[in-house]
């Protein structure tokens, strides 16, 4: 349920109607935007008179949300959340340019692409040090000194680091990463988001393989409901028919998150498509559909790469590709 209040809701009533509303066992999620503030019920509402909420004299409106997301809904939260990562934002108009390779292989080897990705206007680094790889025989990530050698490549950059997170049991090693990333293998590990959500940091939350929007709505609202707000979705692909291609870009999921929640979206071209001549194409459109971010795999020597080199661009390709997405950011805006 969400119960709006008057443009100017006395301050003591407010209190009053919050603190009542918790005495009913309710959580309650407030959005102050700069026209309303929206008060977001969570919990068992069916007890609650909704006459009576809307005949008080600082309520505007009172709104059942069937939903089964709360947190996330941009019913609860109807002005974007922006996300902010140092001084990097995004959403709310903020544009992510997250690039990176797939995997950490050497210091030269993130230092160089660090240094080229910024140069050519990237805003973020992204690399694997924990990599879910679908076979045990590949190469697994270099772990733990994966995550100092993109200390090292942010020290040399200014550029904040995006890596993934496959355990729980890993957390303490990230306390110095800048957003935590959630895989689209990891998308459900419900054990992970609850603690995640108990961190005061950023996390990128890719949809699954072969999840829902609501699903994935799900997953966010896990980490959300722990108490952590700054939660940017990532549409990578989903399993269809396709066989030319590593994965289905299913574009049309960023115009429906926005609608369905205030959250941060932002795409994979890279992992979606397994193609690095298809990525240009699909991040221009994902520009042109209105993602607050992109996720680009780029490698300095994509055909020697230990992971994903057929679908990572070279640093003069994705600087070729930063000109173009900001000509359609600017076209469309
Ligand atoms: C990645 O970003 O390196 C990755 C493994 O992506 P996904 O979880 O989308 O497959
Ligand atoms: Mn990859």
Request: aromatic fraction near 4%; hydrophobic fraction near 45%.
């Amino acid at each position: 349920m969400i119960v709006v209040l008057k443009k100017d809701a006395n301050k003591e009533k407010q209190d009053k109607l919050i603190d009542w509303l918790k005495g009913m066992g309710l959580g309650i999620h407030i959005s102050v935007g700069e026209y309303q503030t929206v008060l977001g019920l969570i919990g068992d509402t069916s007890k609650v008179d909704m006459d009576l909420i809307g005949s008080l004299d600082i309520v505007d409106s009172v709104k059942r949300v069937t939903d089964t997301f709360k947190c996330v809904n941009r019913q609860f939260h109807p002005d974007d959340t922006v996300v902010n990562v140092g001084d990097v934002k995004i959403g709310g108009g903020n544009f992510a340019m997250i690039a990176g390779p797939c995997s950490v292989e050497s210091e030269a080897q993130i230092v160089e692409v660090a240094k080229a990705v910024k140069a050519a206007g990237a805003n973020l680094l992204r690399g694997g040090a924990f990599k879910p790889r679908t076979s045990p025989y590949d190469f697994q990530g270099l772990k733990g000194e994966g995550l100092e050698l993109l200390k090292i490549a942010r020290k040399e950059t200014g550029l904040p680091i995006v890596t993934e997170i496959m355990s729980v049991s890993d957390l303490p090693l990230f306390e110095d990463v800048d957003v935590l990333q959630v895989g689209a293998r990891n998308m459900q590990n419900f054990d992970l988001l609850k603690e995640l959500g108990r961190i005061g940091k950023p996390i990128l939350l890719k949809r699954g393989l072969a999840n829902t929007l609501k699903e994935l709505l799900m997953s966010a609202e896990y980490i959300m409901a722990s108490g952590n707000e700054q939660v940017i979705l990532c549409e990578r692909g989903i399993r269809t028919y396709s066989d030319y291609m590593r994965n289905t870009l299913d574009l049309s999921a960023v115009p429906m998150l926005h609608e369905l929640s205030h959250l941060p979206v932002i795409v994979d071209p890279s992992h979606a498509t397994g193609i690095a001549r298809m990525v240009p194409p699909m991040a221009l459109s994902a520009a042109a559909c209105g993602a607050d971010g992109l996720i680009i795999e780029v490698h300095n020597d994509p055909i020697h790469a230990l992971c994903d080199g057929a679908q990572s661009l070279t640093p003069d390709e994705y600087a070729k590709l930063v000109v173009k997405v900001n000509a359609v950011r600017d076209a469309i805006r």
